[in-house]
């Protein structure tokens, strides 16, 4: 069975249902990638979620949602007295969505610096892939990052891989500068990149695909173009693949995050990579037609993985 780790931040999120209520549920980047690679692979994939919790009602309420999604827990943190982050989404009337967050004093950010949360670097090394974003790397401090890149680097030496996606969101950094420089630090250890277009855009000012092909020369990489589709590059090929099938988007929320779950289950199942990113398409269209960032498991659709590969 292969295992991946997937690290990062989990937060209560709160999404508006109409001028006045408000629907609590729980999210984040990684987190997403970690539930619906969980759902797409079943039980031949082990995916466990590292983070740090707090010990408060929250925490214990996500812990639970987790393990009943078949997530293993055993890397998460409890940290005596902290919180889980919160952000609120707003989704405007074309679907998209904006983020505001309230994450000061999250649990999460003492991943890597805390005691407690250290022993987690080691046991990297154990798992077959290892998946992180630039959101995970924006909530550790200075020294945690320089913790975790070297526990990458120790992985990878051994055998493991690891998956990066450059999730970009300014609010994170105090300036793009310094998120340009961890992405570079991270894009460097990582042998799948999963990033985004418009994020590619927004940090390294790309003006085309060239330039972004450049940077993830000699890696595999699955360039998200939303709707147009994505480009994915591998040994020393570059395809487009379509998406199957155009949607109307109820909400994009975990769009991205689900394309990654979809191609990265379908990658370590044996599908070669212009396959993966069709089950990453078709993921991420089930998902945008439903509000909130992980749809009922009744929603989630036939992937094909269940067959061998051909």
Request: glycine share 8%; hydrophobic share 45%.
């Amino acid at each position: 069975m292969q295992r991946v780790a997937a690290i990062g931040e989990c937060m209560i999120e709160l999404s508006e249902r109409d001028s006045g209520t408000l629907a609590l549920a729980y999210g984040g980047d990684t987190l997403n990638t970690a539930v619906y690679l969980k759902r797409a692979a079943n039980a031949r994939i082990a995916v466990d979620y590292v983070t740090a919790l707090g010990d408060d009602p929250w925490s214990e309420a996500m812990l639970s949602a987790w393990r009943e999604e078949g997530l293993g827990t055993r890397h998460v943190a409890r940290l005596p007295g902290g919180l889980p982050g919160l952000y609120m989404i707003r989704v405007e009337a074309s679907g998209e969505r904006r983020f505001y967050y309230w994450r000061s004093a999250a649990a999460a950010r003492e991943l890597f610096r805390a005691p407690a949360t250290l022993p987690v670097l080691e046991a990297l090394a154990e798992y077959d892939l290892v998946y992180l974003s630039l959101i995970t790397v924006s909530v550790l401090g200075e020294e945690a990052r320089e913790r975790l890149a070297s526990a990458l680097a120790t992985a990878r030496s051994g055998g493991a891989r690891v998956a990066f996606d450059t999730n970009y969101r300014p609010a994170g950094w105090p300036d793009p500068a310094t998120a340009r420089a961890a992405a570079e630090r991270f894009i460097a250890l990582a042998d799948i990149a999963l990033p985004t277009a418009d994020d590619e855009r927004a940090l390294f000012g790309d003006a085309d695909l060239e330039a972004t092909a450049s940077r993830y020369a000699g890696r595999e990489a699955a360039v998200k173009r939303g709707a147009d589709g994505c480009v994915v590059m591998h040994a020393q090929e570059r395809r487009e693949v379509a998406v199957p099938e155009r949607v109307a988007a109820v909400d994009t929320t975990a769009a991205g995050d689900a394309f990654n779950a979809g191609y990265l289950a379908a990658r370590l199942l044996g599908r070669a990579p212009e396959a993966a990113a069709l089950v990453g398409h078709r993921l991420a269209a089930a998902v945008v037609r439903h509000p909130g960032a992980i749809i009922p498991r009744a929603a989630m659709p036939d992937l094909g993985l269940s067959a061998p590969p051909s």
